[in-house]
């Protein structure tokens, strides 16, 4: 038993160093100077360390705008798809009306459609309601596509919490607002936590979608601005590499801060219900 322990251990350690080894070399070149980041002679560590790489990304056009465009998507993003699916996580575990079923089946088959399939019919979709080149309509595309795994998550949190505690509220006068808000909220905040750490790194990380429903570089975010280190005439590496650094730390705070009630959520919500 104690082998078997030693050897499950060590296979996790090196799982965790496979894994974690594409990130530390994307910052340890970071912080290189411009020739040992093209030599063919690998380096582990940074002999000659240097913050131009960085300075070279923050002085980059349109960094700041595009960040702020980032941050304001994926904080909607965030708010509104946790909204929209606690309250339809909601009636789908607390009551019963036609097409309920139904839509549980859409909810399935819209989580096994490819994303790259939906990129002409949402394009689309929006050319006709006149939203391209608009905020609002990336922001939207962003909620229709973090939805479906958000309401099946917080569904299956839900169905963990006992209809007594319900019933026991409205015994005592609670209106179904207020038994939402005093007691199914705090009890799901678990997997709401879980589905907003999806919803975040769903909207901060694409690319596809803000390029292509994005002409306007006004409207640009972070993964589109990361494009223009290369050019023509060649790829500026170092700044390349460092705004790639710079633009995975927001995730890897976020995940840092939230990921005990990630882990305690994304558990609850796959095994209940």
């Not at 082998?3 to 251990?9: E, K, L, S, W, Y």
């Not at 240097?50 to 960040?67: C, E, I, Q, S, V």
């Not at 509220?169 to 939402?180: K, L, N, Q, T």
Request: net charge positive.
């Amino acid at each position: 038993m104690r082998a078997r322990r030693i050897g499950t251990n060590v296979m996790a350690a090196l799982f965790c160093l496979v894994w974690v080894f594409p990130v530390y070399w994307m910052v340890n070149t970071a912080f290189k100077p411009r020739g040992d980041i093209l030599s063919p002679t690998p380096q582990f560590l940074p002999l000659n360390f240097t913050l131009d790489n960085f300075a070279d990304a923050l002085a980059k056009p349109g960094f700041t705008r595009d960040l702020l465009n980032s941050v304001l998507v994926t904080v909607t993003v965030v708010l509104l798809s946790i909204v929209v699916a606690f309250l339809a996580a909601t009636a789908l575990t607390r009551f019963r009306f036609f097409g309920r079923r139904s839509f549980l089946i859409g909810v399935l088959i819209l989580q096994m459609v490819p994303v790259p399939a939906l990129v002409i019919p949402l394009f689309l979709g929006l050319k006709s309601a006149h939203l391209l080149n608009n905020l609002l309509g990336l922001t939207l595309t962003y909620v229709a596509l973090v939805l479906p795994f958000t309401i099946w998550t917080l569904r299956g949190f839900l169905h963990g919490i006992p209809v007594e505690l319900e019933e026991a509220a409205m015994v005592d006068g609670a209106s179904r607002a207020r038994i939402m808000r005093s007691v199914l909220l705090p009890l799901v905040l678990p997997g709401l936590i879980a589905t907003s750490v999806f919803a975040f790194i769903t909207a901060w990380n694409d690319f596809l979608f803000a390029y292509v429903i994005m002409k306007d570089q006004s409207g640009y975010t972070l993964p589109v601005w990361l494009v223009s280190f290369s050019t023509s005439t060649g790829t500026d590496y170092g700044g390349l590499i460092a705004a790639s650094t710079l633009f995975a730390l927001p995730v890897v705070v976020f995940f840092a801060l939230v990921q005990r009630h990630l882990v305690e959520g994304m558990t609850a919500g796959a095994v209940k219900g």
